[in-house]
């Protein structure tokens, strides 16, 4: 079981530039969701998916952030253009939509450096 | 909507001492409750759940945490502590029907002193 894979885990890039990140969900799972780690706000929920369909994108910070998910393995966090203060650590996390509460599988993250 | 509170953000002990770390929520219906751990370096992962039954829920390494609903709170607990405890714990929660995101704690930073 590979778990939950995200990509790349360090970006580096400068203001004004795009920056995608990706995340592969565990085989079977239907609800994905990014999360943003940052010290002064910790762990916030940006977007959430199920069976590939957007259900809450209330944390999406501003229009800059957009997320798509256009199948069932695969999922990506865009932001255009980049601003210092979107650096953070990204984490991506998947569950079964079935089965008992809401456990969810966390990637290892992607930490994001906005110069 | 949806809030919890962890009232140590800085924990320091000593090997062997005994741990509690408060977590209190705020949601008027019913809740699922989370305890993750973030050890240096690594992603997070799932010390322990809740979602019905037993207040009290024993989760993985000797940690145990405790619903107790008229105080709205859900702390966790180890009778001893070990250095490799060191590292990053959140409380969250998501409503009953556990399909939507989790809200997160601020996290305690614990740091073990051998």
């Known amino acids: 079981d590979a778990g939950v894979i995200q990509s790349p885990r360090h970006e580096v890039t400068e203001m004004g530039q795009e920056v995608t990140l990706r995340c592969k969900p565990i085989?079977?799972?239907?609800?994905l969701f990014w999360y943003r780690q940052t010290m002064m706000r910790g762990l916030e929920l940006l977007i959430y998916f199920n069976n590939n369909v957007p259900i809450d994108d209330s944390g999406m910070p501003e229009d800059r952030f957009s997320a798509k998910m256009p199948n069932a393995s695969f999922s990506t966090l865009k932001i255009q253009p980049s601003e210092p203060r979107d650096s953070a650590v990204y984490f991506c996390?998947?569950?079964?939509?079935?089965?008992?509460?809401?456990?969810?599988?966390f990637g290892p993250g992607t930490r994001l450096t906005v110069l | 909507a949806q809030s919890v509170s962890q009232h140590n953000h800085h924990v320091i002990l000593s090997e062997a001492a005994s741990l509690e770390l408060g977590c209190n929520y705020s949601?008027?219906?019913?809740?699922?409750l989370f305890w993750y751990v973030q050890y240096p370096g690594q992603h997070l992962q799932l010390l322990l759940k809740y979602f019905s039954g037993d207040p009290l829920v024993k989760g993985i390494k000797g940690f145990e945490a405790e619903f107790i609903k008229s105080k709205f709170s859900f702390n966790l607990r180890k009778p001893s502590v070990q250095w490799s405890d060191t590292a990053e714990y959140f409380c969250?929660?998501?409503?009953?029907?556990?399909?939507?995101?989790?809200?997160f704690g601020k996290g305690t930073h614990l740091i073990i002193q051998p």
């Open positions: 949601y008027g219906g019913t809740v699922n």
């Open positions: 085989s079977g799972h239907n609800s």
């Open positions: 996390a998947s569950r079964p939509l079935a089965g008992e509460g809401g456990e969810q599988f």
């Open positions: 969250a929660v998501n409503s009953g029907g556990g399909a939507d995101g989790l809200t």
